[in-house]
């Protein structure tokens, strides 16, 4: 059966890429159509996608008539669908897991929304805020406990949707330059998340597009 991700412009959305990411990492076989979600053909292209998705956003997955919709659902999904390769065997470090991809869904206490992932690719991108630089730290200190508690490679130990879902984080963090000298393990693990094959794909074919500037994207 064909199976079809509608994914976004791969400087612009985050959302599609943890999905693609999470497909690519299960080897589910899958085709990919990059929708335009830049302005102003952005609002067609959407409502196209609403005409079999409810959220008329992307990613969205479809299987014939099947239709999974939120990068989240999709990456379970993707575990599911690798035969849970992607979330670890014990119950409690599984429940760490998904508290680590919950929080990250949820937006990171605000944090993703004043550094979009279109900024990592400005030329000419500010300094992170004090704030910033501060709730940075936060989140690197919970990666830091992580790496500590089990002991690397990865988050839970083995690759999961954890290292995935923070993967565009990762990447729009590091572009800021935050002072993470205090989290060597985090510093690690990000850099070994970034040599992946898959990420390292989605990454060029981003960094050769021309950047989406948003409005706020403030310069304190
Ligand atoms: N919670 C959704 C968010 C998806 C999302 O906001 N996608 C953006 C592109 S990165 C979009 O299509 N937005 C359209 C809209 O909300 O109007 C997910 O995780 O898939």
Known sequence: MSRILYSGTRNASSWAFR?????R?????????????RVPQRYD???????????????????????????LA????AND????????????????ARSLVSWQHAGLSGLCARLSFESAFYPDRRAMTENEQAETERIA??????LQRNGGPWLCA??????????????????????????????????????RPAVDEWMRHARGLPPVYLDDYRRD
Request: without cysteine; proline residues 6%; aromatic residues 8%.
């Open 25 to 37: 990492e299960a080897q589910v076989d899958f085709e990919e159509r990059i929708v335009d979600i």
């Open 45 to 71: 292209n959407l409502a196209r996608i609403r005409a079999f998705s409810p959220p008329g956003a992307v990613p969205v997955l479809v299987e014939g008539d099947h239709v999974v919709y939120d990068s």
């Open 74 to 77: 999709i990456m379970e999904y």
């Open 158 to 195: 083995e690759l999961s949707l954890a290292d995935l879902a923070f993967v565009p984080t990762v990447v729009r963090l590091l572009a800021h330059a935050p002072d993470l000298s205090a989290y060597p393990l985090s510093v690690e693990w990000a850099s070994r998340l970034l040599r």
């Open 141 to 146: 200190a919970a990666w830091e406990g992580a």
């Open 19 to 23: 999905a693609w990411l999470a497909l």
């Open 81 to 96: 669908l690798s035969g849970g390769a992607l979330l670890p065997r014990d119950l409690a470090a599984r429940a760490t």
